[in-house]
């Protein structure tokens, strides 16, 4: 029958080595079953859901479930990925953030929008990204550090200058799907900043003008550095992030509550109180193996708990810390998530 012969051919397309078929168009999530036929681009259940809000620019079939007429096959071997990647990103400014399958849907959603929509990164556009400059200003929605509620103020952000400023007059995690964390080192501390917009697009870019001022920085303070160097160093999201308990130096303290962030590229475990603290609490040096550091998922020797929950034990040459993590789900993943900080150069 043509449809099993079709659906054979579309799928031998989708796996097909060197097409980039293989992973989303949009996010680069392993083995899409879903697939755009205006644009010719193979994309994930979650991409295509954002797909299916812009009827007009893109049409969403599924690979195993929907038929496909044999027209649409030879469009499918016509484009692709690969051909969609070198037109609709022919000019990706280097600070702009590509989202992965692992980030928020307002991130994949306006770089979508921006791609096929609005077609912001086209050979064919003559205006500058409004994001390319590091300057911007405008109104966000910040969380204090003290009434704990989300307040309007005018926001500055300038590249040259080098800073980012509020003002009081005009004015997932967080709360909000267009929230964006902000982490920074003020005076020796880790300080947090919590805001968000009601439009999606503003807050990406705003978080892509915030790029664009760090990357303007880089290059100044780093000129002979590669820029493939430079681009991971731009802005990073935490590796890990979520609820364990920890104890003292002593061992004897009492378990509390924290939320921990770990940061791979810093090779620090930060931990907060809560996960909206605006300052942090402390924060655990991650070093390498044969440095002495390891992680363990057991209790160290004479340390012994109430609770019989899972256990992690980071080995330090200093000291020994000891967290106590909600199943052994979260237990493996934080181990992985530390031990992958402890085998990297």
């Not at 892509?208 to 802005?235: C, G, K, S």
Request: charged share 30%.
């Amino acid at each position: 029958m043509d449809y099993d012969r079709n659906k054979a051919l579309l799928l031998e397309l989708q796996r097909a080595a060197g097409t980039g078929n293989d992973r989303c168009a949009d996010c680069g999530e392993p083995g899409p079953e879903w697939a755009s036929c205006k644009l010719g681009i193979f994309i994930c259940l979650t991409c295509s859901g954002i797909h299916r809000n812009l009827p007009e620019i893109s049409r969403v079939k599924s690979l195993r479930l929907d038929f496909w007429e044999s027209s649409l096959i030879e469009f499918m071997r016509n484009h692709g990925n690969l051909w969609a990647k070198a037109k609709y990103e022919a000019k990706v400014p280097p600070y702009y953030y590509i989202p992965k399958s692992r980030d928020c849907m307002v991130l994949r959603e306006q770089w979508i929008r921006a791609k096929y929509e609005r077609g912001e990164f086209l050979d064919t556009r003559v205006c500058q990204d409004p994001c390319s400059a590091g300057s911007r200003e405008g109104c966000l929605w910040k969380l204090g550090k003290v009434r704990r509620q989300f307040q309007k103020r005018q926001f500055v952000l300038s590249a040259r200058e080098g800073v980012m400023k509020y003002y009081s007059k005009e004015v997932e995690k967080i709360g909000h799907s267009h929230g964006l964390q902000i982490t920074y080192i003020t005076d020796g501390q880790i300080r947090n900043l919590f805001v968000y917009h009601e439009s999606g697009k503003e807050i990406v870019d705003w978080f892509n003008a915030i790029r664009a001022a760090r990357y303007h920085y880089l290059r100044i303070t780093f000129p002979n550095v590669p820029e493939p160097e430079l681009i991971p160093r731009i802005t990073r999201s935490f590796v890990k992030e979520g609820y364990m308990e920890k104890t003292g130096p002593k061992q004897k303290e009492a378990f509390k509550v924290r939320w921990f962030c770990l940061d791979s590229q810093e090779r620090k475990l930060i931990y907060f109180k809560n996960p909206l603290d605006a300052f942090a609490q402390g924060q655990v040096y991650i070093g390498r193996r044969d440095e002495g550091y390891e992680v363990r998922g057991d209790l160290p020797q004479k340390v012994c708990v109430k609770k019989k929950k899972p256990v992690i034990t980071l080995v330090t040459p200093v000291r020994e810390f000891v967290f106590i993590c909600e199943n052994d789900r979260k237990q493996k993943e934080w181990m992985d998530a530390l031990n992958g900080v402890i085998t990297q150069l």
